[in-house]
């Protein structure tokens, strides 16, 4: 049985079809490395609603998402980009889906809250304020 945050059910999440299958590789490729957050964010691609191709979820932490939370324990605020491990550089705020934090805040819709446990067994909470969408660049 897995362990239950404190907070009870988690709050439903969104990706889109393209995110869901390259993050279910890289769980997939983790899982021999980071078994715990590769478990994690596996849990999170079970219970994610999945929308159809060429659809994407609004005011939704998608990869490559500009995303304001708030740390409910604390009230701070930060911004962060969600960004897959290769790309992640935390002196730029760009923060690795494999982390516990990135895992919590993928698939979160604006003004939902989640708990989530830090690498050192620490329950926390976060609250999505703002997401903004990353950048398209047009070929």
């Not at 049985?1 to 059910?9: I, L, P, Q």
């Not at 899982?31 to 957050?37: D, L, V």
């Not at 698939?107 to 609250?127: A, N, Y």
């Amino acid at each position: 049985m897995t362990k239950r945050n404190s907070g009870g059910a988690k709050p439903r999440i969104t990706l889109t079809v393209n995110d869901y299958e390259e993050l279910s590789v890289l769980a997939d490729a983790a899982a021999r490395t980071m078994p715990e957050i590769a478990a994690e964010l596996a849990e999170e691609l079970d219970r994610a609603h999945v929308l159809p191709k060429g659809r994407h979820p609004v005011d939704t932490v998608c990869m490559g998402c500009e995303v304001d939370f708030r740390d409910d324990m604390t009230g701070r605020v930060q911004t962060v980009t969600l960004v897959y491990p290769n790309e992640a550089d935390i002196s730029k705020g760009r923060i690795s889906v494999l982390t516990p934090i990135g895992t919590a805040l993928i698939g979160l819709p604006v003004g939902k809250s989640i708990d989530w446990t830090t690498r050192t067994g620490e329950t926390k909470r976060l609250t999505v304020l703002q997401v903004r969408e990353p950048a398209v660049v047009e070929p």
